[in-house]
């Protein structure tokens, strides 16, 4: 008796004019079935806490279809779900105006979009705060939103049993889409509208032990944040073909072996690949470009093949164990430095080409490098302000032209332990050398054959022609980048316009 009156009382205070209530909060299932005669559509809040089978209590919440009628909830919704399986009566909400948080279930294996108990959400388009998905041991899939449209934050953490994502294929509006600390995830495919976040946007997938693809989120075209970090078992990144804008871009310590879904990204603040324990290639990111990019402390990364024809201000590489090669960053602009630094199994850089050299080059610490002969290929090096080589105790072959003429011309440079035939004295030395192969007739480029820089007498325009005339190159300045060409014989035009025509040869 005691029980009813409490109900009523609690209704008759809850109901305002109209069809509407103010904040509801469940405990019994008295309340929850009272709750139809209201006639109430909209509600200020909701908040309720299922059943418990080891503490059942009383009148316990086993049975939410009486709260059918409500449509909006212009507050949070929070729901302690517990040992709750029929959880149906909430699929008529169309719009949720504050939180929406879901937690503490204990039974519930689905929110699914299918007809029957589990079946909670498949109304609801809108969220205006955020989607909470948390601490639900029992969870095993989330199918149930597919009619969301609008949610600025949609955190999905710490349910131990969830394997599947896949009931968001309309979410098109979010600020945070958040995937972490879910150790059964084996699959992400349910994304397929979001393209572009709202401003200052994060997409964060992290702490997944088990997670293999991320496959949901190929329209994806901007973001200001994407973390994609500690999801061990994840072996291949390419889910990110339409990605064009990125503020900062965050892979690391998973287990992928490749990447390469990442061509043509802008980033407008930096990327970073670093303590991926298993990746042994990045080739997906042509025409990418970034103030900073920052590849370290991956174990088994053997070469870096992916960047050719980018835009870069500060490239860093450094403490790749296993790295054997540079051969990726070929037709590619510099405006900044390029470090490479402590690559214990470093043997060649061959991979660093385009028209205008960085401001600064950096090779230090790479105890097998060996050469460099065709690794820092460019139209002009009048760019380069800084040049050290240090402590690469196997490398001799330093005298390159471009560092002849850089230490010529008196460039800022700082070269000590090295082998001994890498100290400015010695690199000046072969220099002469060197000068020695330049023809006598005046203005005759040089050397010919070629392997990887053709000295012009005068700067100015030049053209790189094959034997059937198609241009392969054109730039301004007095030497030729080649070492990317194969074997064979070109024309090369200088002069402006074109008034002379030398034939070279390329071994």
């Not at 904040?23 to 019994?28: E, G, P, Q, R, Y």
């Not at 964060?204 to 949901?216: F, K, P, V």
Request: proline residues 6%; glycine residues 10%.
């Amino acid at each position: 008796m005691k029980l009813r009156l409490l109900t009523v009382l609690l209704f008759a205070l809850v109901r305002t004019a109209g069809a509407q209530c103010s904040n509801l909060n469940f405990t019994s299932q008295s309340q929850v079935n009272a709750f139809a005669a209201t006639g109430c559509t909209t509600v200020t809040s909701l908040a309720l806490r299922g059943i418990s089978n080891t503490t059942p209590g009383d009148d316990p919440i086993v049975d939410l279809t009486p709260l059918a009628g409500i449509t909006t909830v212009t507050g949070d919704v929070t729901l302690v779900l517990q040992d709750l399986v029929n959880i149906q009566g909430l699929n008529n909400i169309a719009t949720i105006g504050g939180q929406l948080y879901i937690q503490g279930a204990t039974s519930l294996t689905d929110l699914s979009l299918n007809v029957g108990p589990s079946n909670a959400f498949s109304g609801l388009t809108a969220i205006g705060g955020g989607l909470y998905i948390s601490g639900n041991p029992s969870l095993v899939n989330i199918s149930g939103f597919f009619r969301l449209r609008s949610a600025p934050n949609v955190s999905i953490t710490g349910n131990a049993a969830l394997a599947t994502i896949t009931g968001f294929n309309l979410l098109q509006d979010t600020g945070l889409l958040r995937i972490a600390s879910l150790p059964a995830l084996r699959s992400i495919t349910g994304f397929g509208s979001l393209a572009t976040p709202r401003a200052s946007s994060t997409v964060q997938i992290s702490d997944n032990a088990l997670l293999e693809d991320i496959l949901g989120l190929a329209a994806l075209t901007a973001v200001d944040l994407l973390t994609i970090n500690n999801n061990p078992s994840l072996q291949v990144l390419a889910g990110f073909n339409n990605l064009r804008n990125v503020g900062t871009l965050n892979i690391s310590g998973n287990g992928v072996r490749s990447i390469t879904g990442f061509a043509g990204v802008t980033l407008s603040n930096r990327a970073d690949i670093t303590n991926n324990p298993q990746l042994q290639a990045i080739t997906g990111f042509a025409g990418a470009s970034a103030p900073g990019l920052y590849i370290s402390d991956n174990a088994r990364l053997l070469d870096i093949a992916g960047f050719n024809a980018g835009t870069f201000a500060t490239v860093g590489i450094s403490a790749n164990p296993a790295l054997t090669a540079l051969s990726g960053f070929r037709n590619t602009e510099f405006t900044g430095a390029v470090n490479v630094i402590n690559n214990a199994q470093l043997d060649s850089v061959t991979g660093f080409a385009g028209p205008r050299a960085p401001t600064a080059i950096s090779l230090s610490s790479n105890p097998r490098l060996r050469g460099f002969t065709r690794g820092f290929v460019f139209g002009s090096y009048t760019t380069l302000s800084s040049l050290t080589i240090f402590g690469n105790t196997m490398l001799s072959a330093c005298a390159q032209p471009w560092v002849c003429a850089y230490l010529r011309r008196g460039g800022g440079a700082f070269i000590a332990s090295n082998a001994p035939a890498c100290t400015p004295a010695t690199i000046l030395q072969s220099c002469q050398v060197l000068a020695a192969r330049a023809p006598s007739e005046p203005g005759q480029p040089y050397p010919n054959p070629v392997t990887d820089v053709l000295h012009l007498n005068t700067p100015g325009p030049y053209t790189v022609r094959d034997l059937l005339g198609r241009v392969l190159r054109k730039g301004q300045g007095a030497e030729v980048p080649m070492a990317d060409l194969p074997t064979g014989v070109y024309l090369v035009e200088t002069g402006q316009p074109a008034k002379r025509t030398i034939r070279i040869f390329r071994p």
